[in-house]
């Protein structure tokens, strides 16, 4: 029989005597473990435990809470294996891929301990102004309150990690709402959070649905914010129901990245294998739209070919496969209704486009258009589209044809078209010489236009998380 499972509430862990959400192996549809499903009542009782929890840890001085966030750090490292497993069984991501999380999430840990110690205010010079000269002023950064975080599948430890951490390296207490599909990734992390010294009610877990849980959260005025990452119109409604609320929103993409004619072809071919098809392509930032100007196009697109024939689809606890399941059946039947859609106006399949179970063969298109849903809309699957250009400047035009602005990549060796790339597009991140997949835990990160709003990384999340607060002093 699945294991059930306790969540945390105000230090407590509670309701594994209640039927509750079955999560299930996407690979093979197993139930891997059951979760209690959040009630009013238990919303209600994690809100005001992290009212309290909120007044116990804003008073912890900097270094207790870099303490507990740096021996969360080294838990993650101790239990990896354990929690890639974890990882792998309810998100279906490939064992290395899953493992990598581990190792990443940690790394986020140990950053938000390092800007705990370091988070600091500014002198305001008041002497600039005749008014206030005379007056000596800074200002300081405070917690902003309980934080509501809601998080997605897809990395269901390192972008739970990317709200959790600078939450706590602030100050802050949260009730989190992980995704029903992948809750026993945050249930693990809660416990080595409990272990670590994190004081009751700093953070509580809540299992649900968006429609119950997660609005309940959106709409409390208790709340001091909303971090979400998710779908563009989920956020959407987020924004317009949260009130006065801080809201920050990591949304959707279709990760251009544009490869010119003086680029590495070779190496920008081995990145976009990884940036297409890691995860099976369920990654914010996933090689969707690959440019490739016209007299390399041939070039790239036999080498991308033939090295992704080599990726392996299988189980994801196979430490050889490449290529999970995707999350469920039904984004399964819908990545392959855009793939037929896009067949039957054109587009060539150069290579995969099969179902093997749960999966989709990683997939590679020729003779899109723009209007395509695998072109213009976030087709979060193993599908990406390779276009030819002609001038550098049609290359830009098409990779910001969008309405969303991620992150984007660019390989080139000219510095002025860097630069170029780097004016032109209206994206979060212009990532040269790699694609737009790239990230690491410590560099801001968020999107323009219906990317979201806000940034994460660790530094820049903890300024999203907390106020300012003027000291002026009349001498």
């Not at 392509?281 to 969707?288: E, L, T």
């Not at 399941?325 to 392959?336: F, H, W, Y």
């Amino acid at each position: 029989m699945a294991k059930r499972h306790r969540v945390l509430i105000g230090g407590e862990w509670v309701g594994d005597n209640r039927s509750g959400i079955n999560v299930t192996n996407p690979y093979d549809d197993s139930i891997v473990g059951v979760v209690p499903e959040a009630t009013d009542e238990d919303v209600e009782l994690a809100v005001v435990a992290a009212r309290r929890g909120y007044r116990e840890i804003s008073a912890l001085p900097a270094y207790r809470r870099s303490e507990i966030l740096a021996r969360t750090s080294d838990l993650i490292v101790r239990d990896r294996e354990e929690i890639a497993e974890i990882i792998a069984r309810e998100a279906g991501k490939t064992w290395k891929y899953a493992l990598a999380e581990a190792d990443r999430s940690a790394e986020t840990f140990r950053f938000a301990s390092l800007e705990a110690r370091n988070e600091h205010g500014e002198l305001v010079p008041m002497d600039a102004s005749p008014v206030s000269a005379g007056r000596f002023g800074f200002y300081l950064r405070t917690p902003i309150g309980v934080i509501g975080a809601i998080t997605p599948f897809n990395f269901p430890l390192n972008l739970v990690a990317h709200k959790v951490a600078p939450a706590i390296a602030a100050g802050n207490s949260l009730v989190l709402k992980p995704a029903t599909k992948t809750p026993l990734t945050s249930i693990k992390l809660a416990e080595l959070l409990t272990e670590a010294g994190l004081p009751p009610g700093g953070l509580n877990v809540v299992v649900g649905s968006g429609k119950t849980v997660g609005n309940r959260l959106v709409t409390d005025e208790r709340l001091a914010m909303i971090t979400f990452t998710g779908s563009p119109a989920v956020g959407a409604e987020i924004k317009a129901r949260s009130g006065l609320k801080r809201v920050t929103l990591e949304l959707g993409s279709n990760s251009p990245t544009i490869i010119d004619e003086d680029a590495d072809v070779d190496a920008a071919v081995s990145r976009c294998v990884v940036g297409s098809f890691a995860n099976s392509g369920q990654v914010c930032i996933s090689v969707q739209r690959i440019f490739v100007q016209r007299g390399r196009y041939d070039e790239f697109m036999s080498k991308f070919v033939v090295a992704t024939k080599l990726l392996k689809v299988g189980d994801p606890m196979d430490r050889e496969s490449d290529i999970g399941p995707m999350i469920s059946r039904v984004e399964l039947e819908r990545a392959v209704s855009w793939l037929d859609e896009a067949k039957a106006l054109g587009a060539v399949v150069e290579t995969g486009g099969g179902v093997i179970g749960n999966c989709l063969e990683p997939t590679i298109l020729s003779g899109v258009t723009p209007a395509m849903k695998v072109v213009c809309s976030e087709v979060f699957a193993p599908i990406v589209s390779v276009l030819p250009y002609d001038t550098f400047e049609q290359a830009l035009e098409m990779a910001d044809d969008s309405v969303y602005g991620l992150q984007a990549g660019v390989y080139t060796r000219d510095i002025g078209k860097a630069f170029q790339a780097v004016k032109r597009l209206d994206v979060g991140g212009v990532i040269i010489n790699d694609i737009p997949t790239f990230r690491v835990d410590h560099m801001p990160y968020g999107g323009n236009k219906q990317s979201g709003l806000g940034r994460e990384g660790v530094r820049y999340a903890m300024e999203e998380m907390t106020n300012i607060k003027l000291v002026c002093i009349n001498l």
